[in-house]
């Protein structure tokens, strides 16, 4: 499936480096979110874009730093991470509307060490 | 906000027998629920959702129910199979915004043995 794709599948980052997650769409969609999914806890929402604008940020850490420079693709810049942040981060979109299916991408596996 | 809370956790059950997972939500003006499947290793993906106008909804050994009153909805499955273990995930959507702010359960891990 080729939906939503997300790079990198695997990162391993120390508590002082810069890492950015990508994520990009070719459902045509006009909404992107990212997810956070921890072993033993419901996905969790960090973010939402609705045509480019930031229209949701559910209390994230500064330490992540969302970017949408237009409707197809997201990021989701890193920095200065704590071990507890370790996860698997889901990116998503979705057509507003009457539509409401989320698709997600097949997510980043994160390791803070 | 939105609560959802879904039960078991973890299901085993014979294949061929069925598998029932139960979700209950908080919010009463929420008007979208759908059911996401996620194997190991792999993207959820939505394998059926029902909307609060509609009390039932089947799609071949796949059925999900809504109880607007009680306020859960629950998910059937129906002649199991190997193929069918994996983690379920419920989810509900109350009419806020005009993105789908989906609040998720914790997830059932459903294992099909032979």
């Known amino acids: 499936e080729t939906g939503v794709t997300q790079t990198p599948r695997h990162l391993v980052m120390g508590m002082t480096n810069k890492k950015s997650l990508k994520c990009e769409q070719h459902l045509g969609h006009n909404a992107m979110y990212w997810y956070k999914q921890s072993a033993k806890k419901p996905l969790e929402l960090m973010f939402v874009?609705?045509?480019?604008?930031?229209?949701e940020n559910n209390s994230v850490p500064s330490r992540f730093s969302p970017e949408c420079p237009n409707s197809s693709h997201l990021f989701l810049h890193l920095h200065t991470l704590q071990p507890e942040d370790s996860a698997l981060y889901l990116c998503?979109?979705?057509?507003?509307?009457?539509?409401?299916?989320?698709?997600f991408g097949s997510g980043t596996q994160l390791s803070v060490l | 906000g939105e609560n959802v809370e879904q039960h078991p956790s973890t299901l085993s059950v014979q294949e061929g027998d069925s598998a029932v997972i139960k979700c209950t939500y908080s919010d009463s003006a929420s008007n979208y629920f759908p059911w996401y499947k996620q194997e190991l290793g792999k993207r959820p993906q939505l394998i059926i959702d029902?909307?609060?106008?509609?009390g039932e909804k089947k799609d071949q050994r796949i059925a999900v129910t809504l109880n607007k009153t009680a306020k859960h909805f629950s998910l059937h499955i129906t002649e199991t199979q190997p193929e069918d273990s994996a983690v379920y995930f419920c989810?509900?959507?109350?009419?806020?915004?005009?993105?789908?702010?989906?609040?998720f359960g914790t997830g059932t891990r459903l294992q099909v043995t032979l």
């Open positions: 874009y609705n045509f480019k604008e930031q229209t």
């Open positions: 029902i909307r609060s106008n509609v």
């Open positions: 998503a979109s979705s057509q507003t509307g009457s539509n409401e299916k989320l698709f």
């Open positions: 989810a509900a959507k109350g009419r806020t915004g005009t993105a789908s702010k989906l609040t």
